[in-house]
């Protein structure tokens, strides 16, 4: 019997990603994307090193290095896009690529990022904790 695959809706906005479910079991996953902004946008799939615990400190790492497992390129505004992936346990990070502006600073590093967690033994990415301070 085939096993159904899970499926993530994903909204693009300025500058935001929103994600319907960001933890996932192993497996085939489906990529639902809709472009809600007012600008163009991309949307990129990556396994996170072992180190990162997500994908701001990746981000603030300033490494590179990471493969993109899927790209979905440029979604006007209204525009779908629909991909797929096999997910083994890991982290991974939905990223917009996108530069664009007089600053050229990409989408992501203005907050158009997003973690996924795949696998129940992965830790969420951790937060500070407000015992202590």
Not at 102 to 130: K, L
């Amino acid at each position: 019997m085939p096993v159904t695959p899970q499926v993530v809706d994903i909204s693009m906005d300025e500058f935001d990603l929103t994600l319907d479910k960001a933890v996932l079991d192993p497996g085939r996953v489906v990529f639902e994307v809709h472009n809600d902004g007012d600008i163009d946008h991309e949307l990129t799939l990556v396994a996170l090193p072992d180190w990162a615990q997500g994908v701001q400190e990746w981000l603030d790492a300033g490494r590179h290095g990471v493969i993109p497992i899927y790209s979905l390129v440029d979604r006007e505004p209204g525009q779908r896009g629909v991909f797929a992936a096999n997910l083994g346990a890991g982290r991974y990070a939905l990223l917009c690529v996108m530069q664009d502006g007089p600053d050229e600073v990409p989408h992501h590093r203005q907050g158009m990022n997003a973690d996924i967690r795949v696998g129940p033994q992965i830790p969420p990415p951790s937060t500070p904790s407000a015992e202590g301070s």
